[in-house]
Structures are given as C-alpha cells and as structure tokens.
C-alpha cells in the first residue's frame, strides 16, 4: 500500500470517529503512538497513552461511559504535510450530573509512514469542569 499524506489520514481518522467506527480510528494508529489529552482534562490522567490499545480503553471507552450525546468533529483541518492542527468543539453532555459541555478543542496531530504517530489535545479543560460540577 502506497503511503498516504497527513491530511489524507488525519481525515480518515475524524470521519471514522465522527461515523463512530472505533475499529477504523484505531486502523489509523501507529503502534509507536505517543497520545496525550490535555492537561487538568478528565482524559488526561493516563497520559501518555503510548499504543492504540490505551487509547481505547483511556479515552473512547471512558468517552462512551462518561458522555451522552457526544459529539467532536472538527470544523477546521490545517493541512502542515506530515502535522495536521484541528480546530473543533467538542460536545455533549456529562453523565454523572446531565449538564452539558461545549468546548472548543485544538488537536496537532503528527502523521509518519501513513500511520498517526503523535496527538495533542489542547481543550477548554474549564468548560468541560463545569460541567462535571453538582449544584
């Protein structure tokens, strides 16, 4: 298989999670992965999240358990050759109080051999902190 560019990736990557296909976000991972939520964010605890295995049980597990409604597809991809920034909102509703979140994210993804290799994830940590508030 030829290798694919940056963006190409990184766009299957979000379509694949936006359609909620985990097996095809997963397909796009390197096993040398180097994946960090931001920091002070609910998600960040594990960071790294050093393989796709991680990932899935540190991140979209936890996402599915933690979150109703959720939705993050970006709005906006910047295109860098093998970076690719991200800019979206990341939305839903926090399950342990019903109060909703919509946080403006930023993630720099890093693509090498067709594979993602390195994910930021920048956030509204204090939007999202709201929401996990009582009262």
Known sequence: ??????????????????????????????DNLDWRESENFLLGDRNPYLSPAAVVEGVFNRIAREFQDYQAGPTELIDAGDVVVAVGRSKGIMASTGKPFDAQYMHVVRVANGKIVSFQQLIDTLEVWRSQQVG
Do not use: P
């Open 1 to 30: 298989m030829s290798e694919q560019t940056g963006i190409v990736v990184v766009k299957k990557f979000y379509d694949s999670f936006v359609q909620g296909d985990i097996e095809a976000v997963v397909s796009t991972l390197s």
